[in-house]
């Protein structure tokens, strides 16, 4: 059974870090293409940081450039999100996304994954 467990959510102040994880089971997340989304209250989900497999090359949306980085642990099956210099804007819910590589059309595009982790919680609040 493929799942992906996302943990790492809390409430944090502006300016702060979190670090979010995804891990994998059932798969090896090198065969997919990985996607961090987030939704906001009232928002449509939007990529933050997505990842074809076996490529250095990483989509990240402009409004997290400089502060977030996507990274994987090949040996925990794991993908990461640093999260540095949190906004008020960055609050939502943060999902981790699998997909097929050869069927991703758009990586930043929500539907273009097929797996998705349960989500967990970042707020940024002072």
């Known amino acids: 059974q493929l799942q992906l467990v996302e943990s790492g959510g809390d409430l944090v102040q502006p300016g702060g870090s979190l670090r979010l994880s995804c891990a994998a089971s059932?798969?090896?997340?090198?065969?997919?293409?990985i996607g961090w989304f987030r939704q906001a209250p009232g928002k449509e989900r939007e990529g933050v940081s997505c990842s074809i497999s076996k490529s250095e090359n990483i989509y990240y949306a402009d409004s997290v450039k400089g502060r977030f980085t996507l990274s994987r642990d090949h040996a925990k099956n794991t993908v990461y999100l640093q999260m540095n210099s949190l906004k008020p804007e960055d609050t939502g819910v943060y999902y981790c996304?699998?997909?097929?590589?050869?069927?991703?059309?758009?990586?930043?595009?929500?539907?273009?994954?097929?797996?998705w982790g349960q989500g967990t919680l970042v707020t940024v609040s002072s």
């Open positions: 059932g798969f090896s997340l090198d065969d997919y293409a």
């Open positions: 996304a699998a997909g097929v590589t050869s069927t991703i059309v758009l990586i930043s595009n929500p539907y273009d994954y097929d797996y």
